[in-house]
């Protein structure tokens, strides 16, 4: 497929991004309404953005399709690419949609795969303070921190400087695959050291693994942005059933939302299991294949051709 080809089959978001409430979002049941569809739509765009060299290494927002449409105008102030650890990422702004965003990319390569399947776990501790710091039995997947400690310094210095800058604007984390299990680190590293911008924080992820284990699911959930957690997984997509939730008691965080497999309707999935597990929704029943995890959302490829 050609540049061409794959511009002309994709239609850039149009929509503004609605911040949702944190209030009632878990007595949600069934199909959920179309502004937060819209939402997720957007959030994904901005998520295969960061697969682009152009964001992550030039900080120019000159993505081709992807960085048109409702991201267009989106500021960089900082980017991250790093071919030793293959973890990429960039902090910016965009004043139309009045949103801070933080986008960390997925897998592009085999330096993030080999990141992916170290399955041991270390402690979440970031160097956060004392009264907000997880407890000492909450425990993250090394790989995925290791990911995130290579990308800290510069998203943690660009957010604290914008979320000064901009105190109107919500302050967004997005990413697809292991971009998605490292901006929940990344959202929870700027929160424990800022607590003050806590009730900013929203977080949208797409095919996102099990991050840690059960006391860190639980720590999270109990985290005052967690209301406006949005894990969305594709039916047919392997890469949100692991690693297994049997083996050394990985398990999700809330919320999770379904993108069915032959179309985009969402649903909001009942937690069921022991922290964010559930069962209500094909995508947390079958695993399938890895092609709906690489071009199952919203019909973005995630490679970075096509920038």
């Known amino acids: 497929m050609t540049y061409s080809q794959y511009s002309d089959q994709m239609t850039p978001s149009s929509q503004i991004y609605v911040p949702i409430p944190n209030n009632s979002k878990r007595d949600?049941?069934?199909?959920?309404?179309?502004?937060?569809?819209?939402?997720?739509a957007l959030m994904m765009q901005f998520a295969v953005a960061s697969y682009c060299p152009?964001?992550?290494?030039?900080?120019?927002?000159?993505?081709g399709v992807r960085?048109?449409?409702s991201t267009a105008g989106t500021v960089i102030v900082g980017s991250y690419s790093n071919s030793a650890t293959g973890a990429a990422g960039f902090v910016g702004y965009n004043s139309n949609q009045h949103m801070i965003i933080v986008s960390v990319r997925g897998t592009a390569d085999i330096q993030s795969c080999i990141q992916d399947i170290a399955l041991w776990k270390t402690p979440a501790d970031f160097g956060g303070f004392s009264n907000n710091k997880a407890p000492s039995s909450a425990q993250v997947h090394a790989g995925f921190k290791n990911t995130y400690m290579g990308l800290q310094s510069t998203l943690q210095s660009g957010l604290v400087s914008l979320a000064a800058q901009y105190p109107s604007f919500d302050i967004v984390f997005t990413g697809h695959?292991?971009?998605?299990?490292?901006?929940?680190?990344?959202?929870?590293?700027?929160?424990?050291?800022?607590?003050?911008?806590?009730?900013?924080?929203?977080?949208y992820t797409f095919g996102e693994p099990r991050v840690g284990n059960v006391d860190f699911a639980n720590y999270i959930d109990s985290l005052p942005y967690a209301q406006k957690i949005?894990?969305?997984?594709?039916?047919?997509?392997?890469?949100?059933?692991?690693?297994?939730?049997?083996?050394f008691n990985f398990a999700h965080h809330i919320d999770n939302y379904e993108i069915t497999r032959f179309g985009t309707t969402t649903n909001y999935c009942v937690t069921t299991g022991p922290?964010?597990?559930?069962?209500?929704?094909?995508?947390?029943t079958i695993a399938i294949n890895l092609l709906d995890h690489i071009t199952g959302y919203y019909g973005w490829y995630t490679y970075p051709w096509f920038c």
């Open 54 to 63: 152009s964001t992550t290494s030039s900080k120019t927002w000159n993505c």
């Open 67 to 69: 960085c048109e449409g």
């Open 28 to 40: 949600w049941a069934g199909v959920v309404d179309s502004q937060l569809s819209s939402n997720f």
């Open 230 to 247: 949005f894990r969305v997984a594709k039916s047919g997509d392997i890469v949100p059933h692991l690693p297994p939730e049997s083996f």
């Open 177 to 203: 695959s292991l971009g998605g299990a490292v901006v929940n680190l990344a959202a929870m590293d700027f929160y424990q050291n800022n607590p003050q911008y806590g009730s900013r924080i929203a977080i």
């Open 275 to 284: 922290a964010g597990e559930s069962d209500s929704c094909n995508s947390d």
